[in-house]
């Protein structure tokens, strides 16, 4: 986890000044993820709490 924080951080301060569009499309598609992972979390917490 500690190593994709720095890798994050390393792009935000890189490419907030080269590139600001890439920043974005990143950022989006990272937010995509982890809105994913987070969805999928969510059910399957709700299934195993139905189950008991």
Do not use: H, Q, R, W
């Amino acid at each position: 986890m500690l190593i994709f924080c720095l890798v994050f951080t390393f792009l935000v301060v890189f490419l907030s000044d080269k590139n600001p569009e890439l920043l974005k499309d990143l950022l989006k598609v990272l937010a995509g993820f982890i809105g994913g992972f987070g969805s999928a979390y969510g059910l399957k917490a709700l299934k195993e709490k139905k189950e008991d």
